[in-house]
């Protein structure tokens, strides 16, 4: 649990103080908690995977295993039961940027911080990840695209778009031969689209300009 509560207060900024929705106990007594709950609608997307998953629905700080907390989806299989499998909070005023300590979640596969304020670099340490889809669109972030997220070879679908990130996009893009879905336009990349994009044959859209 401490892990993902040092990736949650590295999102956070005092000068956001509160997220739009599923913000923490504004207490420890349990009528705090249970009105905190009431007011996260959070849902995280339901993917396609088997065994089931069940996705949390409380506010997140609440008492109990990080798996309850809204937006979190667990592994439920013997093997990697009760590690993060998913971490989906679109739209929530989340800012700050993203730690290091992310590459330690050795399990997650689905990563969605869609429509934010989170800036910076994304950490190279992403690229430790077994990510089917990394969501990060409508965001505030800069520098190139990790050269280790380029290794990550069961990438299914990669939302860069509408964010300030810049570089050239690497000709090791033709690793990403399970990809499905490529969005980064309306960044400041540069350089020449690479061939190895012609590669991509599950590719069903791709947005670069």
């Not at 070879?153 to 990130?165: A, E, K």
């Not at 960044?187 to 670069?208: A, M, T």
Request: glycine residues 8%; hydrophobic residues 35%; charged residues 15%.
């Amino acid at each position: 649990m401490s892990l993902l509560l040092r990736f949650v207060a590295a999102l956070l900024q005092e000068k956001v103080p509160t997220w739009a929705e599923c913000n923490a106990p504004t207490g420890s007594s349990q009528s705090a908690i249970d009105a905190a709950n009431q007011k996260c609608t959070i849902v995280a997307t339901k993917y396609p995977v088997k065994p089931d998953r069940t996705p949390g629905k409380d506010a997140w700080l609440t008492p109990g295993p990080v798996c309850s907390w809204a937006g979190i989806v667990c592994h439920s299989d013997d093997r990697r039961g009760g590690t993060l499998d998913q971490i989906d909070i679109e739209k929530n005023n989340l800012s700050g940027s993203l730690i290091d300590e992310i590459g330690d979640l050795p399990n997650l596969r689905f990563l969605i911080l869609e429509q934010g304020n989170i800036g910076g670099n994304i950490p190279e340490s992403i690229g430790n990840l077994p990510l089917l889809i990394v969501d990060f669109d409508y965001n505030k972030f800069t520098g190139p695209i990790p050269q280790t997220l380029y290794n990550v070879r069961s990438l299914q679908q990669l939302d860069l778009n509408d964010n300030q990130m810049t570089g050239t996009i690497s000709s090791n893009v033709a690793n990403w031969n399970r990809m499905t879905f490529l969005q980064l336009n309306n960044n400041s990349f540069n350089g020449n689209i690479p061939p190895q994009v012609g590669s991509l044959n599950r590719l069903s859209e791709y947005k670069h300009i």
